[in-house]
């Protein structure tokens, strides 16, 4: 019998394999919308608990910084049989001051299901699971143990810091914000606190201009000194993430929304969304959506 916490079925096969080993599917095929065959997350109920940390590969220079943090890997690529990036979801347990247990997995298919669950404690990975592949948006989400506060926001623009920044507790959020560049991948990290007590965020805002810039400011908010585009700014600026430093409705959770569609169907909701497109000129827009407390 197996002992990890988190399998992928491929087959019907696995699937009866898991339900013997006493694992929990987690409803939402992997591969929705496209010609690939259903794959399905399952994990261990009794075990999910041991788990604080889940993040997703897809590209090979990923791989180092997360082996050398410790993750597990799961060496089944979740965009089997599609034309999309081959990825990978990789877990593991930590012990730093801002971890927590994951007790609950879920996974949608469709932007109509995010907003309901977003609204309601549940924090969206930033992996699309059919990256690349033109299927439906697939996601995975968690459900924490204990409530948490964003206390931190840093950029990356390569990978040579990411063992540093997961061992110090802080989660990548796995969507490129830099348009629809190849070379240069840009991601946003941040840091988790549940002292509530702690110094918090209140709002986040993005520059894309220096107007936009004299805006935040005058508001009060500190900017992350990353350009979301990394050298490359397709519109002749840079492109910034701000945050509004404060001690009341506190932000728990942000993700990056992919579409217009998405966009949409988040502020019909009532979900706190940055309307500034981070992606830039002829690229897919790409939103911030986060919650408050």
């Known amino acids: 019998m197996s002992d990890a916490v988190i399998q992928i079925s491929i087959s019907p096969q696995d699937e009866e394999k898991f339900r013997k080993e006493h694992y929990t599917k987690v409803q939402g ?20 608990s041991s ?15 997360l082996t050398a943090a410790g993750f597990k890997k799961i060496n089944k690529n979740l965009n089997a049989r ?21 007790v609950d997995l879920r996974v949608t298919i469709s932007v109509t299901d995010e907003p309901i669950l977003f609204k309601s404690g549940w924090e ?3 992996c699309n699971l059919n990256r690349g592949a033109d299927g439906h948006p697939v996601y995975l989400w968690v459900k924490w143990n204990k409530q948490t506060y964003i206390s931190d926001i840093r950029g990356s623009e390569s990978f040579t810091l ?35 007590d702690a110094s918090g965020m209140t709002a986040l805002g993005v520059s894309l201009c220096a107007d936009d810039e004299d805006h935040l ?32 409705s506190k932000i728990q959770y ?27 000129c002829g690229f897919t827009p790409l939103y911030i959506a986060y919650y408050v407390e």
């Open 217 to 248: 400011k005058k508001k009060h908010f500190v900017k992350v000194d990353t350009n979301l585009h990394g050298g490359h700014t397709p519109c002749g600026n840079g492109v910034y993430l701000w945050y509004k430093p404060g001690e009341t």
């Open 124 to 126: 969206r990975l930033g």
């Open 254 to 280: 942000f993700t990056v929304l992919v579409g217009e569609e998405a966009r949409r169907v988040y502020k019909e909701h009532g979900c706190n969304v940055v309307e500034k497109n981070l992606s830039g």
């Open 29 to 48: 095929d992997l591969n929705s919308g496209t010609e690939g065959k259903p794959m399905f997350i399952w994990y261990k109920k009794e075990s999910l």
């Open 82 to 102: 599609t034309k999309g990036d081959p990825i990978f979801l990789w877990y593991m347990s930590d012990t730093t001051e801002s971890d927590v247990s994951i």
């Open 162 to 196: 990411d063992t540093d920044n997961f061992n110090t507790g802080f989660f990548r959020v796995d969507q490129n914000t830099n348009g629809g560049a190849k070379s240069t991948l840009v991601f946003l990290w941040y840091q988790r606190t549940t002292d509530a």
């Open 51 to 65: 788990i604080n940390r889940i993040q997703f590969s897809f590209r090979p220079e990923m791989d180092a910084g």
